[in-house]
């Protein structure tokens, strides 16, 4: 059932990530270990990267965020 959760939870990030216009267009990897979150991927901006793992720790379930997305400047 852990399992179940897990992709659950990966889900909602990812879910919420996609609907947030600061992080839309970002290539995000979200990797659930017992509600410690992992943000891996690139993103467009500071700006983005802080939004992600705001957005990220807000989800139910997320105990801590452990951000590793890279600025990638055009």
Same mark, same amino acid.
């Given at each position: ?27 995000? +990897? &979200? @990797? ?11 993103? %467009?901006? $500071?700006? /983005?990267?802080?939004?992600? +793992? &705001? @957005? ?11 951000? %590793?997305? $890279?600025? /990638?400047?055009?």
């Amino acid at each position: 059932m852990a399992v179940k959760s897990q992709e659950n939870l990966v889900y909602q990030i990812g879910s919420a990530l996609a609907a947030d216009p600061r992080t839309k267009n970002a290539v995000i +990897e &979200v @990797i659930d270990d017992r509600g410690v979150i992992t943000l891996q991927g690139k993103v %467009e901006s $500071v700006k /983005a990267r802080n939004a992600a +793992e &705001v @957005i990220a720790a807000q989800q139910g379930g997320v105990a801590t965020v452990i951000n %590793e997305l $890279v600025v /990638a400047f055009s």
